[in-house]
């Protein structure tokens, strides 16, 4: 990490860190390294980049925004762009970064995305972060560090070696890595902050059956709140409403089905979850300025 103390960046203010700081590769934008804190570290923010965070050994402060929280070996955490954040008063502390861009994890299949441990952890806890101070909830046991640490010494080898494929390695042991990290934070749930995994339940649930008839009572019901309580985490976390969020999900799915098929656009409302295909019409229109027809003659 001595690149985040160098002249550029001074303690007093917030600055910026941006990737090609620690790899000038464009092709392959990703860097993982680990970092042996002795002293404090000035408060930096991510411009271009996501950074997962594993502490390895020993303990420090977690300056995130003006909020304080104390982080010790076993933490695993997310810090997106927008964040500002720094470590004090390390103690034997030593963490493994690995940065990269987001749209690294759009290769998650559907499987992984509709889990509660990854919309928590990937999700959720660096959205809330934007909004509310939010501490992490993973927290590793020693047998399961060991094993992310097995993986993260796998992935240091072939990023280093850069023998061919390495990219596709790099790609696969990451992901691999966050599967892991998902269903260890599934593993703990009842340790975690409860609003929030009520709320990766309910956006696995939406998310896994959006193209199927959906009530709030149902959702509710599955992540084992009232409907009030759902429509309140959603609101603080998302800045949206559960339907919405499920009515944003169908029409995605409808813009995709009107780019890549020939489909008649009533069958594409009724596909998407859409009874009435002149709601979807309004919805649609409202939602991209374009009627369905008029999207997909634009495509």
């Known amino acids: 990490m001595s690149n985040l103390r160098g002249s550029a960046l001074k303690s007093n203010s917030v600055n910026s860190a941006y990737l090609n700081w620690f790899t000038r590769d464009k092709e392959f934008p990703f860097f993982i390294q ?20 594993i502490v390895l050994n020993g303990n420090a402060t977690h300056i995130v925004d ?5 982080i010790k070996k076993g933490n695993v ?22 940065m990269f861009r987001s749209d690294l994890l759009r290769s998650a299949g ?12 990937f999700v959720l806890e660096p959205l809330y972060r934007n909004i509310h101070s939010f501490q992490s909830g993973l927290s590793l046991s020693i047998p399961s560090l060991e094993h992310v640490s097995s993986i993260i010494a796998g992935m240091i080898k072939e990023y280093n070696d850069k023998q061919q494929g390495y990219q596709t390695m790099l790609n696969s042991r990451f992901m691999e890595l966050v599967v ?3 269903r260890q934070y599934n593993k703990q749930e009842n340790g975690t902050d409860s609003n929030l995994m009520h709320l990766a339940n309910a ?9 199927e008839p959906l009530t709030l009572e149902e959702i ?6 009232s409907v009030r309580h759902l429509n309140r985490i959603f609101q603080s976390y998302y800045q949206t409403t559960p339907i919405s969020y499920l009515q944003r999900l169908r029409l995605e799915r409808a813009r995709m089905l ?31 300025g374009l009627s369905p027809k008029a999207f997909r003659l634009s495509q």
């Open 34 to 53: 680990y970092g042996e804190h002795n002293e404090d570290t000035p408060l930096h923010k991510h411009d271009d980049f996501t950074e997962l965070v």
């Open 66 to 70: 003006s909020e304080t929280y104390f």
């Open 77 to 98: 955490f997310i810090i997106n762009g927008p964040i500002s954040h720094a470590y004090q008063n390390p103690h034997e502390f030593k963490i493994c970064n690995i």
């Open 110 to 121: 559907p499987d992984l995305s509709t889990s509660n441990g990854y919309q928590a952890l």
């Open 180 to 182: 892991y990290l998902s």
């Open 203 to 211: 956006i696995s649930y939406i998310e896994d059956h959006y193209l």
């Open 220 to 225: 509710a019901a599955r992540s084992n709140i």
């Open 258 to 288: 009107l780019r890549q098929s020939g489909l008649p656009i009533t069958k594409i409302s009724y596909e998407c979850g859409f009874n009435d295909s002149n709601y979807f019409t309004r919805k649609f229109s409202k939602t991209y």
